[in-house]
Every structure is written in structure tokens, then in C-alpha cells.
């Protein structure tokens, strides 16, 4: 029996389980059920539940020093940054305790560029139909989702929001002379696991270069090593000025970061950002842990097989369950699933089945297990994903 929440804003549509203890792809609640859990916090627990990795440099850390301002130099900072940098584009770091914060950061940099170069006119921020960018004004805002949007009032100016299919459109609004920047996900998350070709993202570099904006690339979910690679953009070779990632660079520990070229940041001097609790050592500490793991090429390359493994089998179901799967997407092991039965329902279901998969727009389910994933697991999840389709099958039988 779920617990009354009369205490907490009712923001969520919850999922009726109390979880209680988590062990790599497994999650219990305290009943003691057992669920594969192919959620895993929505793409941050990119090690599974409690990896002995993430405890021992959290334990360790935590014996030591927690928390201290940014007024002090702390040296994890400069380690993790250093290792971001010597991975990706990017030359410089501000940590953050979350990916909307690591957006914020991002939006507030590009007006910044442009007003360090003598052009405080240059603020509009295009984005795209589908994104998702987090929930703070600005970045529910860039992303431009009415649904998050109703009723708070006034929105922000600065902020386009174009369809990625619409090119002459974008071309327009990247000639403005008010255009700063262009924000895209590489694979949209929350849009339902759509992968943005190399062709649009190099389309998009090209109308940057062109008109002096500044290129983002939200990586929050698609980073971190979840599509095989440590960056989503590395499969097409174009490269951003600058890129926001959080969840799985925490492994579960709340972290975000903005990434930016030396260039991009340059308007980002003394006193222009800040945060209480971002890059503290405990998070550094545990950080650095993850970017460690995931860093390794025989993990990437787990990812790389399990995610093959699981896109071939996926579309072996939708053979054989043509009135349930309409399509396969996604890149790596940030896998979509179109359905054609309301994808709430299946998800309903899955639980049922003991399996949890995360939804999406375009009537998508999500699967997005650890990267250290097994093929036995993926083996499983298959098959409870089936019984979940026997069931749903058999219901609307019931209800013809
Ligand atoms: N950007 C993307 C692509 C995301 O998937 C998310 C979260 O799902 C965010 C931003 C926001 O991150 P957070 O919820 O940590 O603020």
C-alpha cells in the first residue's frame, strides 16, 4: 500500500512503488520485490545501483571534507575539469548540482560572449520542438514545451523555437542580427529517444560559423558514455563551443557542468556565476570515480555491444509484435520504443511484469540500463518486455 504524500507538492504522477535498496540493474522495494530497473534515475546511474566504486570514493571523501565555498580552491575541481577537457572540445568547467543548472550556465554564457565582444543586442537562444532542457525558467524557456510552460506567467525574451525540419526557418533565425546561439540534444531524451542525423548537426555547426552564434550541445542525457562513445557528437565529428552534461557524471550523486571553449567563456569573468554547493569535494570525489569508470574503452565498448545486442532483438519483437512496437530508436543504450498501445499503459504493465522503463514523448518508452550492462539482463528484460506485451495483448482481447 503506497504511502499518503499530502506533504509533498504534487508535482509528480508517481509510479505506485516505495523503493528501498538498489544492487546494479536490480531495484527493491520494501516489500522486499525485485524489478529490473532499465530507468536507472532516468540515465544518471550509469553503473548501476551502488556501485563499490562510487561508495568507497563517497565513504572516503566523506571522512575528510564535505563542503567548502567556491571563495576556496578546490582541488578535485581542477582535476575533474581537467579530465573533461582532455576528453571532449571543451577547454574550461563550472560545476553545477544539476543538468538545468549546467543550462542556466550555458544561456547566461552565450549573452555574455556576445556582450564581451560589443554585442549585448545578440541574446536570442533557438531551440528545437522535442527538446528537453530542464526546469528552470531559462531552460524550460530554450526548450519552448507548452506543457511546462502554462501558467507561470511571462515568458523570457531571447528564446526561438523552430521545428528541426524546418531549415529555411532556422536559416532565418540564425542571420538575425539578435541571434547568440543554437541549443540541441544530439539524441533528444525526453522528446522519445530521436537521434538528430550528421547531416542536421553539421547543418546546424555550418549556420553557427556562418553568423558568429555560439553552438550548444545538451548532452545531460545522451552523454556520458550512453550512446558508446564518452560524447554523443563524437559519432558525427562535429563539435560544440560549448556542452551541459549532469546525470550520469554523478552516477547518482547530484553533479552538472557547462563545458565551453576557452573563447565561449571568455565573458564568463570574476563575479558573473557562482553556486553554494557546485564542485563541492563530495561531489568532485565522487565524480571523479565515475568519469573514471566510464571512461574505460572496454566499458565504452559495452555499451556499444549490449546496446547492438538489444537493438537487434528489438526489432526481431517488432516482427513478431506488430500491433505493439511501430519503431526502434535511440542511439547506444538510450533506446526508444515507439508503441502503438498508449505507452503509460505498457509501462503500467511492465511494472507489473517487474520491469521498469522510463516514458517519452511520441507515445515512446525509454530503456536506459547501466552501461557495465550484461546480455543476461538484456536477455531478461526482453522477455519480461514480452510477457508485458502477452498482457497487453490479451487485455485489449478483453476489452474488443
Ligand atoms: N537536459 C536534458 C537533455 C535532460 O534530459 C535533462 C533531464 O532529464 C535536463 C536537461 C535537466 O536536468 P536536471 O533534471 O538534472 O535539472
Redesign the pocket.
Known sequence: MAQSEDHLFGVYARAPIEVERGEGTRLYDRSGREYLDFVQG?AVNGLGHAPQVLIDAMTEQAKKLWHVSNIFTIPGQETLAAKLCDASFADQVFFTN????A?ECALKLVRKYHTSKGHPERIDVIGFEGA????TYA?VTAAGNETYLAGFGPRLPGFVHLSLDDHAAIKAAAEAPTAAAIIV?PVQ??GGARALTDAELTYLRQLCDDNGLLLIF?E??CGMGRTGRMWAYEHSGVTPDVM?I??ALGGGFPI?ACLATRDAASGMVVGSHGSTFGGNPLAMAVGLAAFDEIAKPELLENVRKQAGYLKQQLEGLKAAWPDMIEDVRGKGLLVGIKLKPNNREIMGLARDNNLLIAGGSDNCVRMLPPLNLTEADAREALARLEKTFAAARAKARETA
Open positions: 532516468i544539476s543538468g538545468t543548472e543550462v528537453f532542457h530542464g526546469r531552460a540534444e531524451g525526453e545538451d545531460i542525457q551541459t549532469a546525470k552538472g
